[in-house]
């Protein structure tokens, strides 16, 4: 076969490939290793990046922009090298210069590790944020923890999850930029002594401990952008490197003892927190990230505008994305006040005109509350300003709702000796907005009303959304091509365009292609499953796919028991008419998550009764893939047919996976929960499944408290009552019959008398019927084929270039760099 002809541009990125292989490795190409390959074109592409950045570094300075601090404790960014050199515009450039080397680029960037830096929906939502920010040329910092070890690495054994760590930087990070000379000091503990001094409050720290926070910097390109943007991550280090004269006397492990106890703030992501241990490590892990950031932030505004702090507002807008930055609200007041000299009005105005916040929860179990104890040991400075801020917004409240106790202590920030970071936010910020229309109107009615009524104007809708960049242009190239081919590439940066794709939904041509891709990539995740967990799946099966953070209210046990029902069908007559499925799980429970890791037992459990059962003929299998990450689903999405987003009705703030499998032609089965019911909006009913209780009708139960009708549920539905009896029976776990007893309790009688706290059992028929219209309708290959197309073709307005075009329009308010 004959080698294609490289272009000059081709040429001269081999020469600077090889180059960075011999600089840096001191190696020649024939010599050096895969990762070494890998290592060389991120350092060229990571070159090309820098000279933007310098440009754009200074435009954004003589400009004099506003510019967004986005707070996040996650930034799930997955691998970059694919996505920079796409955002470049030099895929092509990479691939062809690879090839002619020896190599194929779709191997290169499988060899980068996923950095460590998040966990689920959360941090990809942030990483889709800072794309989008940068493609619209936005100036923007995203802004985090540089998380040694991440969350965990799962590992599946014996059915039930393992954690192990996650040593994603063991390699180094190629993209990332060590910046030690703006290393600042955060403190902890100690006393705090305060005074006043010529008219000035001024406050004297004592016996603190000190950790300094080093930042990194990742620069992040957009799509056919000229700006560079950045993501800061901060790094704990101790200012006591090594204590000799403990070494000296033998005392080896005393003598780094002080430096790992202070490194350890940034050694993991979200720490186990049932004992008090992990709690504080949290709390110092939250405030770790925000001291260190606002004194960036504020010793760049001094640099550049001086002293006049009132302008703050009009230079910088911090955003903080859920509750975990939330102390970078009295840590801005404190240093307002401590070190800058301002008076508590001042700095007041100053900070409620600087924040904005994004609530991703309407679980009110699950805003997050601190032990005011604890709070006051390790932040005593920072508690001091927390008791000042509730002091002064009881005056508020009693204004607003005079008398009403009840209502005060609802809305407090300190309360039964707790500290609401919500309430924090809800009572600084000069924004609040939720992450679906839904969820928004739950927080508007429901856990947030009382501050709703008091300003409705800081309320906004902004509906999540996901970069089409990594979730259909790197991660389904054919797709994205075959779109392209039909309608032109600027639906890459305008979502709007998408639209047109609508009619080519019954051209046979376009059919068939779309057809034939999907076919591809259902083989592609065949091969890397029969690879990963020697389980044989039938490509030519309805690929079922949930795949997120486990948790009840997500209700992959819902899932399951249905498999386990249609499998109980399929032993009792093998020969009736099904249409062959492999029912496919990414998931990671939280380690202290009892439950949720039980419910990953019971499906690979399941899983192995039903792969092993030669009785089926392979109609069914079931498939739980260890390590869910981005990268992992990354060959999910391009390979699904059907998309469970199963959530209880009331539960889920938005969600981001069911758009990314909308985009690349999975049809949704799901409740009207989150950004489903915009999606039905957008897709209509014929080409979505929608089934289960309302979120009114969930909460109507709830109210009601009455378990009597989930026992009659269970009485009255034969096939349900046969897989709530296997859970129990030893069919399952014949070594073990009790193994998942409380699954059984928790469904039937509740934790704490309230029995199917999320809906399992009442949804269970509902959501079995639709399964079986799902495998009916899809036998009509064209039909299915028309539904999937019009998914993809409907996605437009889930882009998350359309999300901070809505956030800048109602919240931000940045111009972009020209």
């Known amino acids: 076969m004959a080698v294609k002809k490289l272009t000059a541009a081709e040429q001269r990125l081999v020469a600077e490939i090889e180059g960075k292989i011999s600089r840096h490795f001191g190696k020649v190409l024939e010599d050096a290793t895969p990762k070494m390959v890998y290592t060389a074109c991120a350092l060229t592409a990571r070159d090309k990046v820098m000279e933007m950045w310098a440009k754009s570094h200074k435009q954004v300075k003589e400009e004099g922009s506003k510019k967004l601090y986005y707070l996040s404790f996650e930034f799930l960014m997955g691998r970059l090298l694919a996505t920079n050199i796409l955002n470049l515009m030099q895929t092509d450039e990479y691939r062809n210069a690879l090839e002619s080397m020896g190599y194929k680029l779709s191997d290169v960037v499988e060899l980068e590790n996923d950095a460590g830096l998040g966990n689920g929906g959360l941090g990809r939502l942030a990483a889709c944020f800072i794309d989008s920010l940068t493609t619209l040329d936005l100036p923007a910092y995203g802004c985090t923890i540089r998380y040694e070890y991440g969350l965990f690495r799962q590992k599946i054994v014996d059915g039930y999850q393992i954690e192990l760590p996650d040593s994603w930087l063991e390699n180094g990070n190629a993209w990332e930029i060590a910046r030690p000379e703006e290393t600042v000091e955060v403190k902890f503990g100690g006393r705090v002594h305060t005074d006043w001094v010529d008219g000035k409050f001024v406050c004297h720290y004592e016996n603190e401990h000190t950790i300094l926070a080093m930042p990194y910097d990742v620069p992040l390109v957009g799509y056919d952008s000229k700006i560079v943007n950045k993501l800061r991550l901060w790094s704990a280090k101790s200012p006591d490197h090594f204590n000799m004269s403990e070494f000296n006397r033998g005392n080896y492990i005393r003598a780094v003892e002080e430096k790992q106890l202070a490194e350890v703030i940034s050694k993991v992501l979200y720490?186990?927190?049932?004992?008090?241990?992990?709690?504080?490590?949290?709390?110092?892990?939250?405030?770790?990230?925000?001291?260190?950031?606002?004194?960036w932030i504020l010793r760049e505004y001094e640099t550049r505008?001086?002293?006049?702090?009132?302008?703050?507002?009009?230079?910088?807008?911090?955003?903080?994305?859920?509750?975990?930055?939330?102390?970078?609200?009295?840590?801005?007041?404190?240093?307002?006040?401590?070190?800058?000299g301002l008076g508590w009005e001042e700095a007041w105005d100053i900070t409620c005109r600087t924040f904005a916040y994004t609530n991703h929860t309407v679980m009110s179990e699950a805003l997050e509350k601190w032990s005011f104890d604890m709070f006051k040991k390790i932040l005593p400075r920072i508690s001091m300003i927390v008791e000042e801020i509730n002091r002064r917004l009881m005056e508020r409240l009693e204004n607003f709702y005079p008398g009403d106790t009840g209502k005060h202590k609802w809305m407090a920030v300190l309360s039964d000796n707790k500290v609401f970071m919500a309430n924090l936010c809800l009572a600084t910020c000069f924004a609040v907005n939720g992450v679906s229309g839904l969820h928004t109107d739950i927080l508007k009615k429901d856990i947030f009303a009382d501050y709703y009524r008091m300003d409705e104007s800081r309320f906004h809708a902004i509906t999540n959304g996901i970069t089409f960049r990594r979730w259909i242009c790197n991660c389904n190239e054919e797709l994205a091509d075959l779109i392209t081919s039909k309608i032109g590439d600027k639906w890459i940066k305008d979502y709007n365009e998408l639209q047109k794709l609508k009619k080519f939904v019954k051209d046979k041509e376009f059919k068939a292609e779309f057809a034939k891709i999907k076919?591809?990539?259902?083989?592609?995740?065949?091969?890397?499953?029969?690879?990963?967990?020697?389980?044989?799946?039938?490509?030519?099966?309805?690929?079922?796919?949930?795949?997120?953070?486990?948790?009840?209210?997500?209700?992959?046990?819902?899932?399951?028991?249905?498999?386990?029902?249609?499998?109980?069908?399929?032993?009792?007559?093998?020969?009736?008419?099904?249409?062959?499925?492999?029912?496919?799980?990414?998931?990671?429970?939280?380690?202290?998550?009892?439950?949720?890791?039980?419910?990953?037992?019971?499906?690979?459990?399941?899983?192995?009764?039903?792969?092993?059962?030669?009785?089926?003929?392979?109609?069914?299998?079931?498939?739980?893939?260890?390590?869910?990450?981005?990268?992992?689903?990354?060959?999910?999405?391009?390979?699904?047919?059907?998309?469970?987003?199963?959530?209880?009705?009331?539960?889920?703030?938005?969600?981001?996976?069911?758009?990314?499998?909308?985009?690349?032609?999975?049809?949704?089965?799901?409740?009207?929960?989150?950004?489903?019911?915009?999606?039905?909006?957008?897709?209509?009913?014929?080409?979505?499944?929608?089934?289960?209780?309302?979120?009114?009708?969930?909460?109507?139960?709830?109210r009601l408290g009455d378990s009597q009708e989930v026992k009659n549920i269970y009485a009255s539905n034969n096939v349900l009552r046969r897989v709530m009896d296997q859970l129990i029976s030893g069919?399952?776990?014949?070594?073990?019959?009790?193994?998942?007893?409380?699954?059984?309790?928790?469904?039937?009688?509740?934790?704490?008398?309230?029995?199917?706290?999320?809906?399992?059992?009442?949804?269970?028929?509902?959501?079995?019927?639709?399964?079986?219209?799902?495998?009916?309708?899809?036998?009509?290959?064209?039909?299915?084929?028309?539904?999937?197309?019009?998914?993809?073709?409907?996605?437009?307005?889930f882009s998350s270039d359309r999300t901070i075009n809505d956030y800048n329009e109602k919240i931000w308010h940045l111009k972009p760099i020209k």
């Open 305 to 340: 505008y001086g002293t006049n702090w009132a302008n703050l507002p009009d230079k910088a807008v911090i955003h903080i994305n859920d509750t975990h930055p939330t102390l970078a609200i009295p840590e801005l007041m404190r240093i307002l006040m401590d070190e800058k």
């Open 519 to 702: 076919h591809n990539n259902k083989v592609a995740l065949a091969e890397y499953i029969k690879e990963h967990n020697g389980i044989e799946v039938n490509p030519d099966s309805i690929f079922d796919v949930q795949a997120k953070r486990l948790h009840e209210y997500k209700r992959q046990l819902m899932n399951i028991l249905h498999i386990l029902a249609d499998y109980n069908k399929l032993v009792e007559n093998p020969d009736i008419d099904y249409v062959p499925r492999t029912f496919i799980f990414g998931a990671k429970a939280a380690p202290g998550y009892t439950r949720a890791k039980l419910i990953i037992k019971l499906i690979n459990t399941i899983g192995e009764k039903i792969n092993n059962d030669e009785r089926i003929k392979g109609k069914i299998k079931v498939v739980f893939l260890e390590n869910y990450g981005v990268s992992i689903a990354e060959k999910l999405v391009v390979a699904a047919d059907v998309s469970e987003q199963i959530s209880t009705a009331g539960k889920e703030a938005s969600g981001t996976g069911n758009m990314k499998f909308m985009l690349n032609g999975a049809v949704t089965i799901g409740t009207l929960d989150g950004a489903n019911v915009e999606m039905l909006q957008e897709v209509g009913a014929d080409n979505i499944y929608i089934f289960g209780l309302t979120a009114d009708e969930v909460e109507a139960r709830v």
């Open 271 to 295: 720490p186990e927190d049932n004992h008090t241990e992990g709690k504080e490590l949290r709390l110092k892990q939250q405030y770790f990230l925000v001291s260190a950031t606002l004194q």
């Open 731 to 797: 069919e399952l776990e014949p070594a073990h019959p009790q193994l998942f007893q409380d699954l059984y309790q928790t469904l039937l009688f509740g934790d704490y008398g309230y029995a199917d706290t999320y809906m399992v059992l009442r949804d269970f028929d509902a959501y079995c019927e639709t399964q079986d219209r799902i495998s009916k309708d899809y036998q009509d290959k064209e039909k299915w084929l028309e539904k999937a197309i019009m998914n993809t073709a409907s996605a437009g307005y």
